[in-house]
Every structure is written in C-alpha cells, then in structure tokens.
C-alpha cells in the first residue's frame, strides 16, 4: 500500500507582502497631476493670415519678455495686454527666439489665452 502524500498548505503571507510592496510602488511613481492642453493654431502657407496694421508685437526671449518695444514681467503681461486692448478684438504677434525653452513658451500662452478678445499669432523670428 501506497501512502498518500499529504500536500502542505500554501502560506498567502509572502505573497500578499509582495502584491502590497507593487500596489505601494505603483502608487509611489506614479503621477496623479493632470496634464494640459494649449491649443495652437498653425498658418498652413505664407499669407495664408495675414497681420493688421492695428497688430500687436510680443517678443518672448530666454531672459526677457518684450511687449512693443517696452520689458515686461511675465507678471505683468497679463494686465500689460489688458491696458493696449480697446473694444475691438486685438491681434497679438508673438515670435519666440530659438533658444526659448518650451516652458516658457507654455507659460506666456497660457497668460495669453486667458485674455478675452485677444487673437495670438506665433511667428517665427528672422
């Protein structure tokens, strides 16, 4: 007569510690921060829009930000804008320098499109 092997019992210990160490990593190194869009509206030819006369020109350089020929803080672009803005909508032309970072192209659009009737162009410098 053959004995019958009993088998042990699996202890779910070692592997409920291992499922907990990967839920507390994945919580860890992930990132809960929501991400955002700017929408950018790209000219598809040349004069395909063309600038009004009644244009305005803002410069965005890597150390300094120029609102018609005049320095701004990013700080005081917003209420820069607000004041050369009459009834009408306002056309913007904004041409960024190559060495710009993208951080601070995205932060002057997003002071840019929270302005009302404000039209933005982005151009490239020459």
Do not use: C, W
Request: hydrophobic share 45%; charged share 20%.
């Amino acid at each position: 007569m053959r004995r019958a092997r009993r088998r042990k019992a699996m202890s779910m210990t070692s592997l409920i510690d291992v499922i907990f160490l990967l839920l507390l990593f994945f919580m860890l190194s992930s990132t809960f921060s929501r991400y955002s869009e700017i929408e950018m509206t790209v000219a598809q030819g040349p004069g395909s829009t063309q600038a009004r006369s009644d244009s305005i020109r803002l410069e965005l350089l890597p150390d300094q930000i120029i609102l018609q020929d005049h320095n701004v803080n990013i700080s005081d672009l917003g209420p820069s804008i607000e004041q050369l803005q009459g009834v009408e909508r306002l056309q913007l032309i904004l041409t960024v320098a190559p060495d710009t970072t993208s951080q601070r192209l995205t932060d002057v659009t997003v002071i840019l499109e929270s302005l009302e009737g404000l039209d933005v162009m982005i151009a490239r410098q020459t």
